[in-house]
């Protein structure tokens, strides 16, 4: 796999540990189309000790995806699972016709905790959302290319962990962004895994207690429902 994390910039790598903290980045960080409905997904974190990076949500045409399993990671999935930073994702799918929105949450989620961001969609799009667990070297949470409810109604989803593998699962302090660890965001010189897979979770090998980080699926919950 060529990741060329090199061409994210040094701001990036600085920025990215904020994002656990809940503070957001400017205001381009959001891209909004003023077509369709807007809808509400509100997004519960489900584990014991994982925080979540702030979200990356896109409403799209149906069959769109950011990730496949078993394929080659992305630079932009290398740069939401591994520094938190969904930011570049967004900017390529609202580059892409098929994509009606893109943006980016205002805050990180807390484990037990809960956060809303607001998106709009055309008629029949699909949703997709992503977001790093922090106290990790490279696992996102994902829903992926599911449909948006009808009317007035909601839908929930519940949400598994994916390792975008494009860094190994060392999990150690000096590559884990989290506040656990506060470590490197990015691994340029570490091509981990090379393919997209199902997480298999944190088995206290590098300083990272199991107890306290590990995680059974599913990692989170969304209700999704229009606004208005």
Request: with cysteine.
């Amino acid at each position: 796999m060529n990741k060329k994390i090199h061409t994210f910039t040094k701001s990036l790598l600085c920025t990215s540990i904020l994002i656990f903290a809940g503070n957001s980045l400017a205001d381009d960080n959001y891209h909004y189309s003023s077509k369709g409905k807007t809808y509400e997904v509100s997004f519960t974190n489900l584990t014991l000790g994982q925080p979540m990076a702030r979200l990356m949500v896109a409403s799209h045409k149906a069959g769109t995806s950011f990730f496949n399993e078993g394929e080659a990671p992305t630079e932009e999935l290398a740069s939401l699972a591994e520094a938190g930073n969904g930011q570049p994702m967004a900017e390529k799918l609202i580059q892409m016709p098929e994509v009606t929105t893109a943006v980016v949450g205002d805050t990180g989620t807390p484990p037990g905790g809960s956060s809303v961001v607001l998106i709009q969609a055309k008629k029949r799009d699909h949703l997709s959302i992503g977001a790093m667990l922090g106290n990790t070297n490279d696992a996102f949470v994902a829903l992926r290319d599911m449909a948006l409810p009808k009317k007035r109604q909601s839908v929930t989803y519940y949400l598994s962990a994916y390792d975008a593998g494009t860094e190994t699962n060392d999990e150690s302090c000096a590559t884990v962004p989290g506040p656990a660890c506060g470590g490197e965001a990015l691994s340029p010189y570490d091509e981990g895994e090379g393919y997209v897979y199902i997480h298999n979770g944190i088995h206290g090998i590098g300083g990272m207690d199991a107890a306290t980080y590990d995680w059974r699926s599913p990692v989170a919950k969304v209700v999704i429902k229009a606004v208005h």
